[in-house]
């Protein structure tokens, strides 16, 4: 059997066109791609990647300026918080929660809208595996280049489970009995007539917005379209601690609000959502309120 896309780059010795992560004594990060016969050159002083070929991960280098450095190969998040970028990244805590939340699993079809740098679709791909689908769609020519780059370079090159389109989702979706559509765009709500038709019954739609009005706007489409069930909402916030003897507390630094991720299911054709039991906040839906389209959104 033969290993999966990327597997041989994240493990053994250093090879050529590796990827490689080194921190230096004040925990700073620099990565680099291995060529014979060139040198790692900072203000501290030069190594020659010959120095790392062919040696393990973990080892210390140190530079003609007499500064050690760790080489390790770079993690997925280290790996997308520094490659290129056309356009800003799906960070790794929201990446992790719609793999997780979305269930996204080996052999799942997948839709993605909105590619960006090619951050979550890297994510993606290693969850769904070579005998899984990932259909990305992307606007912009330039964003899709730049994506195709970046994964490419992740993997060692082509994934046969990615496909990469430029389009809108909205006019472009040909896609059928997909299980998962992960939706990163300015106007998520345009496109639930497309993803309904796409997704199978008890499949799932995951839609990352930035915003508070993006997100009520998604939420009651979603409650109005009548294929899904009602939508969950949240964000998440990463905060570190600094351990050091009995000095224990948090960092000052936070990776705080980045978006808000829901998610919805695909309900059987036919069917009719649940009506709702929970009884809205009192002047939730005002006299000034109009609904998702425009129109009145109290029955």
Same mark, same amino acid.
């Not at 989702?169 to 990163?184: F, G, K, S, Y």
């Given at each position: 059997?033969?290993?999966?896309?990327?597997?041989?780059?994240?493990?053994?010795?250093?090879? +050529?066109?590796?990827?490689?992560?080194?921190?230096?004594?004040?925990?700073?990060?620099?990565?680099?791609?291995?060529?014979?016969?060139?040198? *790692?050159?900072?203000?501290?002083?030069? *190594?020659?990647?010959?120095?790392?070929?062919?040696?393990?991960?973990?080892?210390?280098?140190?530079?003609?300026?007499?500064? !050690?450095?760790?080489?390790?190969?770079?993690?997925?998040?280290?790996?997308?918080?520094?490659?290129?970028?056309?356009?800003?990244?799906?960070?790794?805590?929201?990446?992790?929660?719609?793999?997780?939340?979305?269930?996204? *699993?080996?052999?799942?079809?997948?839709?993605?809208?909105? +590619?960006?740098?090619?951050?979550?679709?890297?994510?993606?791909?290693?969850?769904?595996?070579?005998?899984?689908?990932?259909?990305?769609?992307?606007?912009?020519?330039?964003?899709? !280049?730049?994506?195709?780059?970046?994964? !490419?370079?992740?993997?060692?090159?082509?994934?046969?489970?990615?496909?990469?389109?430029?389009?809108?989702?909205?006019?472009?979706?040909?896609?059928?009995?997909?299980?998962?559509?992960?939706?990163?765009?300015?106007?998520?709500?345009?496109?639930?007539?497309?993803?309904?038709?796409?997704?199978?019954?008890?499949?799932?739609?995951?839609?990352?917005?930035?915003?508070?009005?993006?997100?009520?706007?998604?939420?009651?489409?979603?409650?109005?379209?009548?294929?899904?069930?009602?939508?969950?909402?949240?964000?998440?916030?990463?905060?570190?601690?600094?351990? !050091?003897?009995?000095?224990?507390?948090?960092?000052?630094?936070?990776?705080?609000?980045?978006?808000?991720?829901?998610?919805?299911?695909?309900?059987?054709?036919?069917?009719?959502?649940?009506?709702?039991?929970?009884?809205?906040?009192?002047?939730?839906?005002?006299?000034?309120?109009?609904?998702?389209?425009?129109?009145?959104?109290?029955?």
């Amino acid at each position: 059997m033969s290993e999966p896309t990327g597997a041989a780059r994240r493990r053994g010795p250093f090879q +050529v066109g590796d990827q490689v992560q080194l921190t230096d004594p004040k925990g700073r990060h620099y990565t680099f791609t291995l060529e014979a016969g060139k040198s *790692f050159h900072t203000h501290k002083g030069a *190594f020659p990647h010959d120095e790392l070929i062919g040696s393990p991960e973990g080892t210390v280098v140190r530079t003609t300026g007499n500064v !050690e450095y760790l080489a390790l190969r770079p993690l997925l998040p280290d790996f997308v918080l520094s490659m290129p970028r056309g356009a800003a990244v799906v960070y790794p805590k929201d990446a992790g929660q719609i793999l997780s939340m979305a269930d996204v *699993f080996p052999g799942a079809r997948v839709v993605e809208a909105g +590619v960006g740098s090619g951050s979550l679709s890297m994510f993606l791909l290693r969850a769904v595996g070579d005998g899984g689908m990932l259909h990305s769609y992307e606007r912009r020519a330039d964003f899709a !280049e730049i994506a195709r780059a970046n994964v !490419e370079r992740y993997f060692g090159g082509p994934h046969p489970a990615w496909r990469l389109t430029v389009g809108d989702l909205q006019d472009a979706l040909a896609d059928t009995e997909v299980d998962r559509v992960i939706l990163d765009m300015l106007a998520p709500w345009e496109c639930l007539d497309a993803v309904a038709k796409a997704l199978v019954p008890g499949g799932l739609v995951c839609a990352y917005v930035a915003t508070t009005t993006q997100l009520a706007r998604t939420v009651e489409t979603l409650r109005e379209h009548g294929n899904f069930t009602e939508p969950a909402a949240w964000e998440t916030m990463v905060r570190t601690w600094h351990v !050091e003897g009995l000095a224990v507390r948090p960092d000052h630094r936070m990776v705080g609000h980045t978006g808000f991720l829901l998610t919805a299911r695909r309900l059987a054709d036919g069917v009719e959502p649940p009506r709702r039991r929970r009884r809205p906040a009192p002047g939730a839906y005002g006299e000034d309120y109009t609904g998702p389209g425009g129109g009145s959104g109290r029955g």
